[in-house]
């Protein structure tokens, strides 16, 4: 295995840490981020660029998504879990 492999292992599974933890803290969320970031960079240095291109856009989603659960933890709001809703509502 070449640094650049171990490189794109440690993204992967930093970014994978992060988006288990997101619920317990907006700054999980900014590690999302960060992952998804380099996850980018090694898919571009390997020479998978639309890899790369993905994954440079999941990091403005992570940080548009880190940036709001900053504001609701500010105002006290919680943010609704799939846990918190109730069953979906029929289509009439």
């Not at 994978?16 to 900014?30: N, Q």
């Amino acid at each position: 295995m070449n640094s650049l492999n171990m490189f794109g292992l440690f993204a992967i599974l930093f970014m994978l840490l992060c988006y288990m933890m997101e619920a317990r803290s907006p700054w999980w969320t900014l590690g999302f981020a960060f992952g998804c970031l380099l996850s980018s960079a090694y898919g571009f240095l390997q020479g998978a660029w639309p890899f790369g291109a993905v994954e440079l856009l999941w990091t403005g989603i992570a940080l548009h998504r880190w940036r709001q659960a900053l504001v609701r933890q500010r105002s006290g709001t919680a943010a609704p879990s799939m846990i918190d809703r109730g069953p979906a509502e029929p289509v009439a």
